[in-house]
């Protein structure tokens, strides 16, 4: 009888704990709703604004419209849709609150910017920047829309902080259908590295510290931002491809033919950080590479060869102070892992690719808002992990509980 008390008093403290833990973060919720609050002129709107964020942090199975308002207990979907459409507010001074939010919990003078793109499947033609185009998120080429994010990996968690819709040529060449979707009259088209290189100007201009810019072949191997990062001393790992020219001393060659000259003693077994495997162990090699003139930082080639798979090598090129080690490097490098755990969180847990709007403004407004919902639940993560508590926030994967309509896991 002793034993069974003890465990009632136990699981009842338990439940207080908890009780107070859903407590804080329904009053961190609603801190960051005042904080929003000055972007949304009418009353109504701030509302709308709450539920919306809400639902993409509910446990509805699909984050669309309808499964929001329901979760909301709304009869219509419509108060939603009138947000994500004609309500007037602007969605880009939203991203900067967002921005001020996460540097305010996250800002590291160590941390990487990390920045990527990823698809949302589409059918029809309507929505803003659909056509058949390759998306990692399908097999190949698929109807889709593809937005540029930039995320940001520091030392107490990971987040996307910006994003860009990318706009083909072929629907610039059509002025009627750009009408029709609502993207404004002086839209252009433009690369998707010049998309990141404008995320990341707005994100150095509002003051959000990192050492390191990475990113994937899309991004290393165009010349025009290295260039833009290196006239900033920021610097980067970038990866290229095979065939990328680099001059080593009087030579000129790629930057596979350097890798394989490279002496075997050179090479380093290293990890680029922790998967949901252990420990990603490669061996690694970096050589130094011609710089410009004048150049008072280095350049290198970084080389990454699978252990298991000798025959896998993956090319990066890297700007950075001289004397940085290999060890640096790797780890950088590893940290472009974290936007894809990002781009899966963001998916699986605030429905950021389960939107209905078609329009451009539309698209923007759900995207801010969903990092919004993700900039939170990661916030909330590391401010538990710094109290010890063993929890996360709401995912699809568990059982939820509701404090404030937000749902959360204990």
């Known amino acids: 009888m002793t034993l069974a ?8 403290a338990e439940v207080e704990a908890k009780l107070k833990r859903l407590e804080t973060w329904a009053s961190d919720f609603d801190a960051l709703m005042v904080r929003l609050a ?43 849709q009138h947000l994500l459409g004609r309500a007037q507010w602007d969605a880009d001074l939203v991203r900067d609150d967002l921005q001020t939010y996460v540097n305010e919990a996250l800002g590291d003078p160590e941390a990487v910017f990390v920045i990527d793109e990823t698809g949302f499947l589409k059918k029809g033609d309507h929505s803003a920047g659909v056509q058949p185009q390759y998306s990692g998120t399908g ?19 990971y987040t996307l902080i910006d994003r860009e819709l ?9 002025p009627e259908r750009c009408a029709q979707a609502g993207i404004p009259k002086d839209a252009s088209f433009a ?30 191997r165009d010349a025009a931002l290295r260039q833009w990062l290196e006239s900033r001393h920021q610097a980067y790992v970038l990866t290229t ?20 000259s490279w002496p075997a003693e050179e090479w380093q077994r290293l990890s680029c950080g922790t998967g949901t495997k252990g420990e990603r162990y490669f061996d690694w090699t970096c050589m130094l590479i011609n710089s410009p003139e004048g150049c008072d930082w280095s350049h290198w080639a970084l080389v990454r060869r ?34 894809e755990v990002c781009f899966e969180s963001a998916k699986g ?5 389960e939107y209905e709007a078609r329009s451009w403004s539309g698209w923007y407004r759900h995207m801010t808002l969903a990092l919004i919902a993700q900039a939170f639940l990661t916030v909330t993560r590391t401010n538990a992990a710094k109290k010890g508590i063993s929890t996360v926030a709401h995912s699809q994967h568990h059982p939820a509980q509701k404090s404030n309509g937000l749902a959360v896991c204990p």
């Open 191 to 220: 690369i998707k590295p010049v998309l990141a290189q404008r995320m990341l100007g707005r994100a150095f201009a509002a003051g959000i510290p990192g050492s390191w810019v990475t990113g994937d072949e899309v991004y290393g």
């Open 306 to 339: 699978g252990i298991e798979h000798p025959e896998d090598w993956n090319y990066f090129l890297v700007f950075a102070p001289p004397g940085t080690s290999l060890q640096t490097m790797v780890q950088v490098a590893g940290q472009r892992w974290t936007i």
């Open 241 to 260: 491809w095979s065939k990328e020219n680099v001059g080593r001393d009087a030579l000129s060659m790629r930057i596979e033919e350097l890798a394989v």
């Open 166 to 174: 990318y706009l083909p040529q072929s629907w610039i060449d059509e």
């Open 5 to 12: 008390l003890s465990q009632i008093t136990l699981s009842e």
């Open 139 to 157: 097999n190949g080429v698929e109807n889709c829309q593809v937005g540029v994010f930039l995320g940001y990996a520091a030392a107490n968690g």
């Open 349 to 353: 847990e605030v429905g950021l690719d």
């Open 38 to 80: 000055p972007r949304f002129k009418r009353r109504e709107l701030r509302e709308r604004v709450k539920e919306y964020v809400q639902g993409l942090l509910s446990s509805a199975e699909r984050k669309n419209s309808w499964q929001i308002a329901e979760q909301l207990g709304k009869p219509t979907p419509y108060g939603i």
